[in-house]
Nanobody, 124 residues
Framework: QVQLEESGGSSVQAGGSLRLSCVVS??????VAWFRQSLGPQREGVAV???????LYADSVKGRFTIARDTTKSTVYLQMNKLKPEDTAMYYC????????????????????WGRGTQVTVSS
């Protein structure tokens, strides 16, 4: 059974840091990404890491967020520094297998499984 379980969300002040964790079990993945959703219906891609070690980021988080994976723990982390109020959102972990078929990394369609999310709130 495929399971993705996020943790680490919390309330912090602007400028602070958080580390989110996503444990992936029962699944052989090619890529794991973090998405976030605030007030609107759209989930925005935040960062992705592939099994080849490639990492990509949304422009809005470059230089502040770092995605990394620990294969021994089947866990993908999202280190978030210099948090801003606009980072406030529900953060979701998503995993995909196989090739992306040329689709961009933040395309929802290349992810097969999603976690339930963890809330991050940044106050000014």
């Amino acid at each position: 059974q495929v399971q993705l379980e996020e943790s680490g969300g919390s309330s912090v002040q602007a400028g602070g840091s958080l580390r989110l964790s996503c444990v992936v079990s029962g699944y052989t993945y090619t890529r794991v990404a973090w998405f976030r959703q605030s007030l609107g219906p759209q989930r925005e891609g935040v960062a992705v890491v592939t099994t080849r070690g490639t990492t990509l980021y949304a422009d809005s988080v470059k230089g502040r967020f770092t995605i990394a994976r620990d294969t021994t723990k089947s866990t993908v982390y999202l280190q978030m520094n210099k948090l801003k109020p606009e980072d406030t959102a529900m953060y979701y972990c998503a995993a995909g297998s196989g090739g992306a078929g040329g689709a961009p990394w933040h395309n929802h369609g290349i992810y097969d499984s999603w976690g339930r999310g963890t809330q991050v709130t940044v106050s000014s």
